[in-house]
């Protein structure tokens, strides 16, 4: 008997499910094969059948959750969902239920008609609802796109866009939000022509490349319900940075409208709602970890500059009633009430982390913990370099990061011997972007004392000394890199002024030193601080000092002017009762102990909560980084992108643009700028940005940019 040809294993167009099962959908239904024959198949159309071919291929186990919810293109949740709903009510449990109210709508025509009146009554939407007995929503979608009291929309544009569209109202996702059905309205693009503050939609790809909406939806995880979500919170405050208004007071400057199209939202969360929801996150206590995450992120995509670090602090001065721990303000150059702030750069000037420092922290000992939190982050086998100014001077710690594997590149502390001048020559170097340096430099190795315990040790190394020959002036580095060459270690040493353009930046345009929020801490009351009754007794004792010597001076004039007899005993016992005191005073100032317990000193001594003004520190951070990847990438379309990129990216982040939805693409038009030469600069930035293909945040459009008229 002739035998027929066997059925293949996965039969032509199917898609693989799991092992031996495959999956065939056309436009004549569907059908689940297993080892090549039909187990389940349906007519198009029919939900019921195609929902039971996957609750029951995961019901026999023929396959995987993962693997049938991504073949059926669902996720596992739906996939969960059906299973339960299968094993509660059968196969017709499976079948599609109708959404929202299941009796009939009040919303007739006579209906209708009684809102319109009572709205044009000057009646608000809940006055209206409670007249006429219907819910908020019902009355919402009675007067959508009739509502008397809402001025009609300005007419649409040659291409079909109306110029300053305002945003639809989000009444229904406000109601599931007060209700707690919600933990975020989703965003929703409005379409529009010359919509203002558009432009600023410039920064998501490089903000995407930050990692930060990622790392705080990793990090806050929360089913708190609310019409903004956490991700429209974040936003909210990068564009208002990017405009201009760093602290949470500039949602007052700006136009809760504009900035609301930006999130996909009716409106901007206001000031009051953005400081509860962040002071709700900061009670969280993850800031560590999101900044953790962040630079976890940056060392990933922007490995090329984490090979150096730059490790420096900054002081964030404090102007209210608290008694908190001083700090020397190098700007003002005196003691006051602040906060201190140990920051870790890259290479390029990027921020990569920060943490608040204990009080009193020098620059060695913030040293030790910058060290342990770049070795957790590069890994146990690199070997980095880290950075950093005078203030970290002291051989023996140099020693000991040494021995744990970090190379170090800091100015070498006075006292210094000159180098002479036949030891140094000419070098020219071209630096990352493209400026030519020419140094005088010379070069030798060194070896720095310093006293371990009882011991006297040395640290060998190597000193590159820069001649400025004008002046005559030498600037003396310290390195313990061997590889690099003398022009390149004095250029990475230079570009320390990196870090403090960072810091500059950061509190002239992204709010640095503000205070972000008013919760104070208790200080340690058992930290150790300088004990002023300590001074007061020294001071007695140089002003008893002072008498002694003013009198004995006194006294020796008149002897020698004849007036008094050096025998007198009232005055030498008046002398010696004066050295008695002085004296005494010698032994009470010894008693007196150098250091106590804050808590001795000032009870009610207070330190500001950290965790919000970190949240806000790392937002501010990712903006900075995002804009250095633009400027990068303005720099070749820009011959004065040096000097000017970043006031040409906040041109264009404040300029108007159109906003259009095409397909699965969301396209930004940007108005001309300033200049003919700068609009072109931007539209060439947009090639660059378009090559990205960046998706708007929570959806899955794509962006497109471009400049009108280039």
Same mark, same amino acid.
């Not at 940056?298 to 102007?319: I, K, M, P, Q, T």
């Not at 001076?553 to 005055?571: F, M, P, W, Y």
């Not at 970190?614 to 903006?623: E, F, Q, S």
């Not at 700068?678 to 945040?697: D, F, H, Q, V």
């Given at each position: 008997?002739?035998?027929?040809?066997?059925?293949?294993?996965?039969?032509?167009?199917?898609?693989?499910?799991?092992?031996?099962?495959?999956?065939?959908?056309?436009?004549?239904? @569907?059908?689940?094969?297993?080892?090549?024959?039909?187990?389940?198949?349906?007519?198009?159309?029919?939900?019921?059948?195609?929902?039971?071919?996957?609750?029951?291929?995961?019901?026999?186990?023929?396959?995987?959750?993962?693997?049938?919810?991504?073949?059926?293109?669902? =996720?596992?949740?739906?996939?969960?969902?059906?299973?339960?709903?299968?094993?509660?009510?059968?196969?017709?449990?499976?079948?599609?239920? #109708?959404?929202?109210?299941?009796?009939?709508?009040?919303?007739? !025509?006579?209906?209708?008609?009684?809102?319109?009146?009572?709205? #044009?009554?000057?009646?608000?939407?809940?006055?209206?609802?409670?007249?006429? @007995?219907?819910?908020?929503?019902?009355?919402?979608?009675?007067?959508?796109?009739?509502?008397?009291?809402?001025?009609?929309?300005?007419?649409?544009?040659? @291409?079909?866009?109306?110029?300053?569209?305002?945003?639809?109202?989000?009444?229904?996702?406000?109601?599931? $939000?007060?209700?707690?059905?919600?933990?975020?309205?989703?965003?929703?693009?409005?379409?529009?022509?010359?919509?203002?503050?558009?432009?600023?939609?410039?920064?998501?790809?490089?903000?995407?490349?930050?990692?930060?909406?990622?790392?705080?939806?990793?990090?806050?995880?929360?089913?708190?319900?609310?019409?903004?979500?956490?991700?429209?919170?974040?936003?909210?405050?990068?564009?208002?940075?990017?405009?201009?208004?760093?602290?949470?007071?500039?949602?007052?400057?700006?136009?809760?409208? =504009?900035?609301?199209?930006?999130?996909?939202?009716?409106?901007?969360?206001?000031?009051?709602?953005?400081?509860?929801?962040?002071?709700?996150?900061?009670?969280?206590?993850?800031?560590?970890?999101?900044?953790?995450?962040?630079?976890?992120?940056?060392?990933?995509?922007?490995?090329?500059?984490?090979?150096?670090?730059?490790? !420096?602090?900054?002081?964030?001065?404090?102007?209210?009633?608290?008694?908190?721990?001083?700090?020397?303000?190098?700007?003002?150059?005196?003691?006051?009430?602040?906060?201190?702030?140990?920051?870790?750069?890259?290479?390029?000037?990027?921020? %990569?982390?920060?943490?608040?420092?204990?009080?009193?922290?020098?620059?060695?000992?913030?040293?030790?913990?910058?060290?342990?939190?770049?070795?957790?982050?590069?890994?146990?086998?690199?070997?980095?370099?880290? %950075?950093?100014?005078?203030?970290?001077?002291?051989?023996?710690?140099?020693?000991?990061?040494?021995?744990?594997?970090?190379?170090?590149?800091?100015?070498?502390?006075?006292?210094?011997?000159?180098?002479?001048?036949?030891?140094?020559?000419?070098?020219?170097?071209?630096?990352?972007?493209?400026?030519?340096?020419?140094?005088?430099?010379?070069?030798?190795?060194?070896?720095? $004392?310093?006293?371990?315990?009882?011991?006297?040790?040395?640290?060998?190394?190597?000193?590159?000394?820069?001649?400025?020959?004008?002046?005559?002036?030498?600037?003396?580095?310290?390195?313990?890199?061997?590889?690099?060459?003398?022009?390149?270690?004095?250029?990475?040493?230079?570009?320390?002024?990196?870090?403090?353009?960072?810091?500059?930046?950061?509190?002239?345009?992204?709010?640095?030193?503000?205070?972000?929020?008013?919760? #104070?801490?208790?200080?340690?009351?058992?930290?150790?601080?300088?004990?002023?009754?300590?001074?007061?007794?020294?001071?007695?004792?140089?002003?008893?000092?002072?008498?002694?010597? %003013?009198?004995?001076?006194?006294?020796?004039?008149?002897?020698?002017?004849?007036?008094?007899?050096?025998?007198?005993?009232?005055?030498?016992?008046?002398?010696?009762?004066?050295?008695?005191?002085?004296?005494?005073?010698?032994?009470?100032?010894?008693?007196?102990?150098?250091?106590?317990?804050?808590?001795?000193?000032?009870?009610?001594?207070?330190?500001?909560?950290?965790?919000?003004?970190?949240?806000?520190?790392?937002?501010?951070?990712?903006?900075?980084?995002?804009?250095?990847?633009?400027?990068?990438?303005?720099?070749?379309?820009?011959?004065?992108?040096?000097?000017?990129?970043?006031?040409?990216?906040?041109?264009?982040?404040?300029?108007?643009?159109?906003?259009?939805?095409?397909?699965?693409?969301?396209?930004?038009?940007?108005?001309?700028?300033?200049?003919?030469?700068?609009?072109?600069?931007?539209?060439?930035?947009?090639?660059?940005?378009?090559?990205?293909?960046?998706?708007?945040?929570?959806?899955?459009?794509?962006?497109?940019?471009?400049?009108?008229?280039?």
């Amino acid at each position: 008997m002739h035998k027929g040809r066997p059925l293949p294993l996965r039969p032509a167009g199917s898609v693989a499910v799991g092992d031996g099962v495959d999956l065939l959908e056309t436009e004549d239904g @569907g059908v689940v094969f297993l080892f090549g024959m039909a187990a389940w198949c349906w007519e198009p159309g029919d939900v019921v059948g195609r929902r039971l071919a996957a609750v029951s291929l995961r019901a026999t186990e023929a396959a995987s959750a993962v693997e049938v919810a991504s073949a059926f293109g669902i =996720d596992a949740d739906t996939l969960r969902r059906w299973n339960r709903a299968f094993e509660a009510g059968g196969t017709e449990a499976l079948a599609l239920q #109708k959404k929202g109210p299941k009796g009939p709508s009040k919303l007739d !025509d006579e209906k209708r008609a009684e809102i319109l009146l009572a709205r #044009k009554a000057g009646k608000s939407m809940e006055e209206v609802a409670d007249v006429t @007995g219907v819910s908020l929503n019902s009355v919402s979608r009675a007067l959508r796109g009739n509502d008397p009291q809402v001025p009609a929309p300005a007419a649409a544009t040659s @291409g079909g866009l109306v110029p300053l569209a305002r945003p639809l109202p989000r009444v229904e996702e406000r109601q599931a $939000a007060r209700a707690g059905i919600i933990s975020g309205a989703p965003p929703v693009v409005c379409p529009g022509a010359s919509l203002p503050l558009a432009g600023a939609l410039l920064v998501l790809p490089a903000l995407a490349a930050t990692g930060l909406l990622e790392a705080f939806a990793s990090v806050y995880r929360s089913t708190r319900a609310a019409f903004y979500s956490v991700r429209s919170l974040v936003l909210a405050v990068v564009f208002c940075a990017l405009v201009g208004e760093p602290r949470a007071e500039g949602l007052t400057r700006l136009d809760p409208v =504009d900035l609301g199209r930006l999130l996909g939202l009716d409106r901007a969360p206001e000031v009051q709602t953005l400081r509860r929801r962040m002071e709700e996150l900061a009670e969280m206590g993850r800031s560590d970890q999101l900044l953790r995450t962040l630079a976890e992120t940056h060392l990933a995509s922007a490995a090329e500059a984490c090979g150096l670090f730059y490790v !420096d602090g900054h002081v964030r001065a404090y102007h209210g009633t608290a008694r908190l721990p001083k700090a020397h303000l190098a700007r003002s150059r005196l003691a006051a009430p602040a906060e201190v702030d140990t920051w870790i750069t890259d290479a390029r000037g990027d921020g %990569v982390l920060v943490w608040t420092a204990p009080p009193g922290a020098s620059l060695t000992g913030e040293l030790r913990t910058a060290t342990k939190e770049i070795r957790d982050l590069v890994g146990p086998e690199a070997r980095p370099t880290v %950075v950093f100014d005078r203030g970290g001077w002291s051989p023996k710690l140099f020693a000991e990061l040494y021995a744990e594997g970090f190379d170090l590149l800091t100015y070498r502390k006075a006292p210094l011997r000159p180098e002479p001048r036949s030891a140094f020559s000419r070098h020219e170097f071209t630096d990352d972007l493209g400026r030519h340096h020419v140094y005088w430099l010379a070069d030798r190795r060194v070896r720095l $004392a310093y006293k371990d315990g009882r011991h006297h040790r040395h640290f060998e190394c190597r000193q590159v000394t820069r001649l400025d020959p004008e002046t005559g002036h030498q600037t003396q580095i310290l390195t313990t890199r061997t590889d690099l060459s003398a022009d390149e270690v004095a250029f990475a040493m230079f570009s320390r002024w990196r870090q403090e353009n960072f810091f500059r930046y950061l509190r002239h345009n992204l709010g640095l030193d503000a205070l972000d929020s008013y919760a #104070k801490e208790p200080d340690d009351l058992q930290r150790s601080v300088p004990n002023p009754a300590k001074s007061a007794a020294a001071r007695s004792v140089r002003e008893a000092r002072a008498s002694l010597s %003013v009198a004995e001076a006194t006294e020796g004039r008149a002897v020698l002017s004849g007036l008094r007899n050096c025998q007198d005993k009232e005055i030498a016992d008046a002398f010696a009762a004066a050295n008695d005191e002085v004296s005494d005073r010698v032994q009470a100032a010894k008693a007196v102990p150098a250091r106590v317990p804050l808590g001795e000193l000032h009870p009610d001594a207070e330190r500001l909560a950290p965790e919000r003004k970190r949240i806000h520190d790392a937002i501010r951070m990712a903006v900075y980084n995002a804009e250095s990847a633009l400027a990068r990438l303005l720099a070749p379309h820009y011959r004065r992108a040096d000097d000017e990129a970043r006031k040409l990216l906040g041109e264009a982040f404040s300029s108007p643009a159109d906003l259009e939805v095409i397909g699965d693409e969301l396209h930004v038009r940007i108005n001309p700028l300033s200049a003919p030469r700068r609009s072109r600069a931007i539209a060439g930035l947009c090639n660059a940005l378009n090559a990205t293909e960046t998706r708007y945040p929570g959806t899955t459009l794509r962006l497109v940019y471009k400049v009108k008229d280039t």
